[in-house]
């Protein structure tokens, strides 16, 4: 989690190399984000999300996104990294900034401030929808990634992130119908 300090130093982070660019994804790029993500998902075990393309289309690019994404990519306009990430509100500090999701960038270019670098354009587009906060989360057993997020915000061992996976997700809201109001 990056907040106070960090996250206005993240979000206050300029761009230092001319050897890539950040721009805002497009729905032009969501087979690229799709590739990305499948190797993501591959690097920390887990199994690609079949036509993930065109959810991300769906969901990412029409009248009310879902979430944004940005894209870096080399001077000759060839991808090599994302962020995607979208605005949330916590209710115990009454504070609005951003989750980010995914953070991923091509083993050719890591260690040149690109993750830095889309890191720090999601804070700030954070900031200027008035966030206060950046808050992700990593595998608990991905020493490479922790080690980069140190360098930038803070742990939270306070906290304990619960996911249902997509079948107890189906069956708790299969649940709600049943429910009486």
Known sequence: MAEDAQFRDLAALKLQSVAFRLRPARAADC???????AELQRTVGRPPVDGLAEKLRRDGFGPDPAFAALI????????IGYALFWQSYVTETEMTGGLLSDLY???AWRRQGVARALLAAAARASADAGGEFLVWAVDADNNHARDFYRRLSREVPENVICSCDPGEFARLADDARTWRR
């Open 31 to 37: 087979t690229v984000l799709a590739e990305f993500l």
């Open 105 to 107: 960038v091509v083993p």
């Open 72 to 79: 870096a990519e080399t001077a000759e306009g060839v991808p």
